[in-house]
């Protein structure tokens, strides 16, 4: 007898759980635009090479047409519909909003989602393939324009918005760093 290649599965979005039945080989990207309608999140070339699908995944960035969602079970899944808080826009998506860091908008879903994963990374101090010091002694490196054009180059933009999305990265990263120093001092002040 043949194993099943359907089954339910559990996925968290944005916060909420949503149970749905998938085939075995449906990819992440599929059950979020098809079975559950977030349509946000945008289906480019669908081999994991332009970065339009890109969501988060536990804080991490995946593009989620190479993601299987039975792989997503149990993990926290956000999409664009999810980075805003209420009515307040994310840094990154109030940046790429006041700097036109789109154009035609198709590929901004996976943009800001990258960007948001890619301030985390280079704030947590993962070197990229342009840091020129990795050592964990040499502390953060400055998010220059060149970094940030590193660490975003899996999302592609076929309008060119490439200077305002550099642009609206950098001053999302400085917004994102001035309110985690405002929160630390506020943390070291009410321990004290």
């Known amino acids: 007898m043949a194993p099943s290649t359907a089954g339910a599965i559990t996925l968290t979005i944005n916060g909420e759980k949503h149970t749905l039945p998938v085939d075995n080989r449906t990819t992440l990207l599929d059950a979020l635009r098809e079975r559950i309608g977030l349509t946000g999140t945008k289906k480019g070339c669908d081999q994991g090479q332009c970065g339009a699908c890109t969501v988060l995944l536990e804080g991490r960035r995946v593009v989620s047409c190479l993601q299987l969602a039975v792989a997503a079970e149990g993990r926290e899944v956000t999409t664009i519909e999810?980075?805003?808080?209420?009515?307040?826009?994310?840094?990154?998506?109030?940046?790429?909003?006041?700097?036109?860091?789109?154009?035609?908008?198709?590929?901004?879903?996976?943009?800001?989602?990258?960007?948001?994963?890619?301030?985390?990374?280079h704030a947590a101090g993962w070197?990229?393939?342009?840091?020129?010091?990795?050592?964990p002694e040499a502390g953060?490196?400055?998010?220059?324009?060149?970094?940030?054009?590193?660490?975003?180059s899996g999302n592609l933009c076929r309008c060119g918005a490439y200077v305002s999305?550099?642009?609206?990265v950098a001053r999302a990263a400085a917004e994102t760093a001035q309110e985690n120093d405002g929160a630390d001092e506020m943390n070291v002040a009410g321990a004290a």
């Open 82 to 121: 999810g980075v805003a808080d209420g009515d307040r826009l994310h840094p990154v998506q109030q940046a790429f909003l006041d700097l036109d860091g789109y154009q035609c908008g198709y590929c901004t879903p996976g943009q800001i989602c990258s960007a948001i994963a890619a301030i985390e990374e």
């Open 127 to 135: 070197p990229s393939a342009v840091t020129t010091d990795v050592r």
């Open 140 to 152: 953060v490196p400055p998010l220059t324009a060149e970094e940030i054009r590193e660490r975003m």
């Open 165 to 168: 999305i550099v642009q609206a």
